[in-house]
């Protein structure tokens, strides 16, 4: 490792082993509880390669799942009662299943009870809703790794398996965005929920967000001596929520303007004269970002198409870096950190690096060569260092698969 100014060295962690991870909550859920659970499911975060506030106006995005889960041991009871509790928290939560109800859970709990709230058209009549259930979550928070739709992913995967619904990985999907929308009031896109429950091993996942289809994508980073670094900015999320809301509704008022239901009715051939008829410069910017950002990910995809990463890498890269700056001056999404955190990335000689996520904080990505991955980390704590941005951590994570049960 190489040494940093003022000592601060960057460290890249991984996540922890799964299968003695899902192992040991199921012990805990047996102290906790005085009895065995049913199951362990689990569910990942996730990365976007690209495709960044597109999936409300019904665009397309990239992400992949990454190995940081977040673990549910669950047990169905005789009783209406749904208990919930965490490993990282002392929060003790009790409520009757058929109290559930919008906005009337707080913090973490939201998550899980939003989704057997939002699975009630799939239980009969007189079944009882009745769960035990204890999380511990490895996905970073706060990071816009999507720690909030790996929960509820968790949680459906559970509740599916526990109360024998028969949902359908993309009922579960809906189930979750309407946990995260309805019930928690946070008004999501539907882009981390999908990549939690129909991500793939060693693929990304190329989302259309008009329908919810999806295709496989190879992303085989790893045998190609590639590495995806993810950089947490550890940077305070400021005015996220009322900025998210503010952007889509721009978005709205450009498709609006443009006489389309949505922006992804824009044909980029002729965005230049489309744009000529939105008069407030701001709504025209916005417009611009989220018609070149679907073109982008169809960019990506075609080159993928042609065959290995290793041969697009500079092509892929160069598209990476245009969403960071479309999103950085057009959508004016980023913040300080993330733009310093890109920056340095690119100049310590990543492929390409950009936010991922919503922004306003949270995270980056740098495709890195694999032997590269920690002087590109060392690069960005070093630019922290000098402009005083605090401390980031890293990851480095292969595609995963999504959500599924442990054991
Ligand atoms: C957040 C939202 C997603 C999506 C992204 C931006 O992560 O939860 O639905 O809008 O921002 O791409």
């Known amino acids: 490792m190489t040494t940093a100014p003022h000592g601060a060295a960057a460290e890249l962690s991984t996540a922890p082993d799964r299968s003695r991870t899902a192992e040991a909550l199921s012990d805990r859920f047996t102290d906790v509880y005085g009895y065995a659970p049913d199951g362990v499911w689990s569910a990942p975060g996730r990365v976007n390669i690209i495709g960044e506030h597109v999936d409300y106006q019904d665009g397309l995005c990239l992400p992949m799942a990454i190995e940081h889960r977040t673990f549910v041991a669950a047990a169905r ?16 939560f009790e409520m009757q299943a058929k109290d559930l109800a919008p906005e009337k859970v707080e913090g ?23 769960a035990d259930v204890l999380v511990d979550g490895y996905v970073p928070l706060g990071a816009g790794l999507s720690s909030s739709a790996a929960l509820e992913c968790a949680a459906a995967e559970a509740f599916e398996a526990l109360f024998s619904l028969g949902t359908t990985p993309l009922d579960r999907v809906r189930a979750c965005i ?5 019930f928690a009031g946070a008004p999501t896109g539907g882009l ?14 190329l989302l259309d967000c008009r329908d919810l289809s999806t295709r496989d994508v190879p992303w085989d980073l790893g045998s190609q001596g590639l590495a995806l670094l993810i950089c947490d900015t550890r940077a305070e999320h ?3 929520d009322g900025e998210y809301v503010a952007r889509r509704r721009d978005s709205e008022a450009a498709a609006r303007a443009l006489g389309v239901p949505t922006l992804r009715d ?40 042609r065959g290995s990463i290793r041969a697009q890498v500079d092509e892929v890269g160069a598209l990476l870096n245009a969403s960071h700056d479309s999103l950085r001056d057009d959508y004016e999404v980023t913040v300080p950190a993330l733009d310093v955190a890109v920056d340095a990335a690119r100049a310590a000689g990543a492929h390409g690096a950009r936010m991922t996520g919503g922004g306003f904080g949270g995270s980056i990505i740098a495709l890195v060569e ?28 292969l595609p995963a698969d999504g959500a599924g049960q442990e054991r």
């Open 77 to 92: 009871t005789p009783t209406d009662l749904l208990r919930l509790r965490s490993l990282q928290s002392d929060v003790v």
């Open 108 to 130: 973490w709990p939201a998550y899980v009870a939003g989704v057997l709230w939002a699975l009630r058209p799939f239980f009969s009549g007189s079944q009882t809703r009745g």
């Open 178 to 182: 309407s946990a995260e929308t309805d």
């Open 192 to 205: 981390d929920q999908s990549a939690s429950i129909l991500c793939s091993e060693g693929n990304a996942l």
């Open 238 to 240: 400021s005015h996220v």
């Open 266 to 305: 824009v044909d980029p051939a002729g965005l230049d004269q489309a744009l000529e008829r939105i008069e407030d410069p701001t709504v025209r910017r916005r417009a611009r970002h989220v018609v070149t950002e679907i073109q982008r990910v169809r960019d990506v995809v075609a080159l993928l198409s």
């Open 370 to 397: 694999s032997d590269r991955a920690q002087a590109t980390a060392q690069a960005i704590t070093d630019a922290f260092v000098e402009q005083d941005l605090g401390t980031p951590e890293f990851f480095v994570s």
